[in-house]
């Protein structure tokens, strides 16, 4: 996903003294503990800070590329890196990785804030037509859309064999949690298991929360569904071209997303896909003609 994309960005412009480059992510840093209001998020933010402004003012680089947050929280540690370069006049490119802003949906200061400093970004990449059509009546005008790409490598094989293969392999790519459809995808298993459908779930990624890693491998193992699924961790190696090689449909079932990699990922392995109509998936799966759009994403 875009994590693995990001990390490939990071080492081709490591390689390029034009480009200084400031990590904003850490080792020890997961889902779990990404965007918390805590006080070694808060520290590490002050550091960021710092260190951003100190090169703008020493360097003054000719453009600024920041990936713009989604929540309220993480988006205040660019408010002083924004700030500084729109006093020194220098252009700010900004990213949103996903189908909005969260806290552009309350009514509150947060919404004012962030909406004041967004304006203040040169161009803002959206993913797709769909997310640019949602953010327009905001104002935000500074909108480019810039669909995602992907590496596929070219020893993969698209073949029709997997299709005989008595068990169903389905996929699913990204992080574990409840906003990307987990609970759902995970009781349809149950529901096909009842109905004695031969199928097997292949997971990758980490997850989000210990409270519903906890759930979920609770429903599974009160259900005997051990032996339908299999959680394969992060998989960052080869090893991941070749789990998606034993499948035959990647199933998406997110309430919130912008344009997922994983999608254009398994199109390129030929996949089938189901997904939701959320963010600039629809721009990219035409319902019944490369892949299903689910007119309503529940278990069933």
Known sequence: GGEIRSKYLFDYLSNNEKYIIIPVSRIKS??????????????????????????????????????????????IKTIPIISAAN?????????LAGDSFLFLKENNYKKKLGLFFLKKISDLRVLGPSIKKKLSPLKITNLTVFDNGIYVPN?????????????????????????????NLIES?????????????????????????????NFINSNDLNEFITFHGLVTTELKWEIYQKCQILVHPTFWDGQPLVILEAMGCGLGIISTK???????????????????????
Do not use: C
């Not at 779990?32 to 805590?38: D, E, H, I, V």
């Not at 520290?43 to 929540?71: D, M, T, V």
């Open 87 to 95: 006093l020194f006049k220098i252009k700010i490119y900004g990213e």
């Open 30 to 75: 997961n889902k779990s503990t990404s965007g918390k209001l805590n006080i070694s998020n808060i520290l590490f933010g002050l550091k960021i800070n710092f260190k951003a402004i100190f090169y703008i003012i020493y360097f003054r680089p000719e453009k600024i590329y920041l990936s713009i947050p989604k929540q309220f929280n993480p988006f």
């Open 155 to 183: 020893e993969i094989k698209i073949t029709t064999n997997s299709f005989f293969n008595p068990v169903l392999n389905l996929l699913f790519v990204g992080a574990l949690n409840y906003s990307k459809g987990i609970k």
């Open 189 to 217: 298993i149950y529901l096909l298991k009842k109905e004695e459908v031969k199928v097997h779930l292949h997971l990758m990624g980490e997850w989000s929360t210990k409270i519903q890693k906890s759930e979920i491998l």
């Open 278 to 300: 959320i963010g600039a998936i629809p721009d990219t799966i035409r319902n019944n003609y490369n892949g299903i759009i689910l007119d309503e994403n529940t278990k069933t």
